[in-house]
C-alpha cells in the first residue's frame, strides 16, 4: 500500500473534484493496474486501492533530508534501459509530477520509459510553464539541445545546464507574475553574485561529478509541442500524444498526456505523432485567440 492509497470511491470523488489529479492520473486503467511514478519526494500523486505503483528518482536517497519524503524503490536517471532497473514491462501507467525539466538527457528518459510500457500504455506529466515562475528570463530549449544531451548521454547535468540553472533564474513568485509584475524587472535569484556562482557551480560539479540538480530544460506548452514535434520527425521521440492542458490563470503548470501506440511502421508512427501535434498546437492557438479576445474588451 503506497502513501496516497485511497478506496477507488474516494479516488474517484477526489479526481472529480482536483483537475490536477484528473490531468495526472488521465487514462489510467481503473480498478487494477500497474505503474510507477518519478520523483514522487513527500508528495506522491493519489491513487486507488487495486493500483501497484513503483516509485522511481534518479537516487535511492535523492531526497535524503525531506520530511515524509517517500521510500524510492529503483533509481533511474534516464540514461541507459529502464526495463533492465526494473526487471519488469508491460506496465500500464507512469507519471511525472514536475519532474521531467530536471532530466539530463530527456529524449533518453522518454524512451526508457516507453520501453516499460504496454502498447496502449500512458504517460502523463506535468511541466513548469516558463512564462511564470522564475526561469520566465530563460529561453525555451531548443532541439539541437535535446540532441546534444542525446548523443552524449548525459547522465548528469551538463556544466551548460547548471550554468544557464543558476545565472538566469529570477527572483519572481508565480503570483506576483500573475498580478502584473514585469519578469524583466525582476532580479537575479543569486543577486549580483549569480554570474560568478553559476560559473563556479558549472566548473566545480563538472570537475568533481557530483550530481547537481536544476533545471535542464524549461518550455511552454507550444514550445514543447515544437520539440515533440521536431524530435519525432528524427525518429528519437517514441509516444504519441493525447492530450495536453495549457497552463490556468494564476498557475505555473500545464499537463501532457502520451501514449505508447501499437504501430510498429516507423513511417506511419511519425504521421501519427505529427497529426496529433498539430491538432494539439491548434487547439492551443485558438485557446490562445479566445482569451487575447476576451482580455481587450
Known amino acids: 500500500m503506497h502513501p496516497g492509497f485511497l478506496s477507488l470511491d474516494a479516488f474517484l470523488a477526489r479526481r472529480a473534484a482536483d483537475r490536477r489529479l484528473a490531468r495526472l492520473t488521465h487514462d489510467v486503467p481503473l480498478p487494477e493496474a500497474r505503474g510507477l511514478e518519478f520523483g ?38 534516464g540514461s541507459g534501459s529502464l526495463a533492465s532497473v526494473l526487471g519488469t514491462d508491460g506496465l500500464d501507467f507512469a507519471i511525472a509530477a514536475q519532474v521531467a525539466q530536471y532530466v539530463p538527457n530527456l529524449l533518453g528518459w522518454f524512451r526508457g520509459i516507453h520501453a516499460v510500457l504496454r502498447p496502449g500504455g500512458v504517460l502523463n506529466l506535468s511541466l513548469p510553464d516558463r512564462r511564470f515562475m522564475f526561469d520566465a528570463g530563460r529561453a525555451d530549449s531548443t532541439i539541437a539541445e535535446l540532441v546534444e544531451a542525446d548523443l552524449l548521454d548525459y547522465g548528469r547535468p551538463s556544466p551548460r545546464q547548471i550554468f544557464a540553472h543558476t545565472y538566469q533564474a529570477l527572483a519572481i513568485e508565480p503570483g506576483g507574475i500573475w498580478a502584473g509584475e514585469d519578469p ?84 506511419a508512427l ?5 497529426g496529433a501535434v498539430a491538432h494539439l498546437r491548434q487547439i492551443l492557438e485558438r485557446q490562445q485567440r479566445r482569451a487575447t479576445l476576451l482580455a481587450t474588451r
Not at 41 to 59: C, S
Not at 270 to 274: A, E, I, S, T
Open 270 to 274: 511519425r504521421g501519427m505523432q505529427v
Open 40 to 77: 514522487p519526494a513527500n508528495n506522491p500523486t493519489a491513487l486507488p486501492e487495486g493500483i501497484r505503483v513503483a516509485y522511481v528518482d534518479r537516487a535511492v536517497d535523492a531526497q535524503a533530508g525531506l520530511d515524509e519524503a517517500v521510500p524510492i524503490d529503483h533509481a533511474w536517471a
Open 184 to 267: 524583466a524587472r525582476a532580479p537575479r535569484l543569486c543577486g549580483e553574485a549569480a554570474l560568478a556562482l553559476a560559473y563556479e557551480h558549472a566548473r566545480d560539479t563538472h570537475a568533481s561529478g557530483r550530481y547537481q540538480e536544476c533545471h535542464c530544460w524549461v518550455f511552454t506548452p507550444l514550445s514543447f509541442l515544437d520539440l515533440v514535434e521536431a524530435a519525432a520527425r528524427l525518429g528519437l521521440f517514441p509516444f504519441v500524444l493525447n492530450r495536453i492542458a495549457a497552463t490556468e490563470p494564476e498557475q505555473f503548470e500545464f499537463y501532457v498526456s502520451m501514449r505508447r501506440d501499437g504501430e510498429t511502421d516507423p513511417e
